[in-house]
């Protein structure tokens, strides 16, 4: 069954504390993996498609790496505006998206 | 470019009522999916349509039904409400929904039914 898993639920950081999400998954035929990031009351906002095992991509303070099982994105020196649910869905054969239910992240001051 | 827009984006219902939502997609975007959004079951994929066509459907009883007209707006229509029905109900638009098309989602509808 195809699934997708996020980690940890929670993450509290402070302020230039980096730390990796992890999303592990289980599909055949993995098409593309994609992060969001969502605010309160929005819908997900597109942060990076990455496609095949050792791909690497950048965007400000995140980096987002994929491998055969997972995939990891990497905040930076996080600051108090990264903080929302991020999530990661795969696509699969048959353009269907699996999401994970998403890693809350807070970063205080 | 204008974004993914959704209307109501607030809607209060009670239970046997029945509702339909509207997603107007970027311009040029062919391919339109809903997703139910719940505290405790994150993102479920509903349905896709492209070309006013349903392409994909996912696991949801047949009162969840939608369509997509000739200029790619889509509409949800959900019958006879139910209680675990209150969700956030968000429409993601792609160029043409293939591999390699990222999603772009609206603000999503607030369904609330008592």
């Known amino acids: 069954e195809d699934q997708v898993t996020q980690s940890p639920e929670a993450l509290r950081l402070q302020e230039g504390e980096s730390s990796s999400l992890n999303c592990s998954y289980t599909?055949?035929?993995?098409?593309?993996l994609f992060w969001y990031r969502q605010d309160p009351g929005k819908g997900p906002e597109f942060l990076f498609t990455?496609?095949?095992a050792g791909e690497e991509k950048e965007k400000e303070r995140l980096k987002a790496t994929l491998t055969k099982k997972e995939s990891f994105l990497h905040i930076t020196a996080p600051k108090p505006e990264d903080s929302a649910t991020y999530l990661c869905a795969v696509q699969a054969p048959g353009n269907q998206f699996y999401f994970g239910t998403g890693t809350s992240l807070t970063v205080i001051p | 470019k204008a974004g993914v827009t959704q209307t109501p984006r607030y809607l209060i219902k009670t239970r046997g009522q029945q509702v339909t939502l509207s997603c107007s997609p970027i311009?040029?975007?062919?391919?339109v999916s809903w997703y139910q959004q719940t505290p405790g079951q994150g993102l479920q994929f509903l349905f896709e349509y492209f070309s006013e066509t349903q392409r994909n459907k996912g696991n949801f009883p047949g009162r969840f039904s939608g369509r997509q007209f000739s200029n790619s707006r889509s509409e949800m229509n959900v019958s006879t409400l139910e209680l675990g029905d209150s969700a956030l109900y968000l429409c993601?638009?792609?160029?043409?929904?293939?591999?390699?098309?990222?999603?772009?989602f609206g603000p999503g509808t607030r369904l609330t039914v008592l």
């Open positions: 311009s040029g975007h062919r391919s």
């Open positions: 990455l496609y095949s």
């Open positions: 993601a638009s792609s160029l043409s929904g293939d591999s390699y098309n990222e999603q772009f």
């Open positions: 599909v055949s035929g993995l098409r593309g």
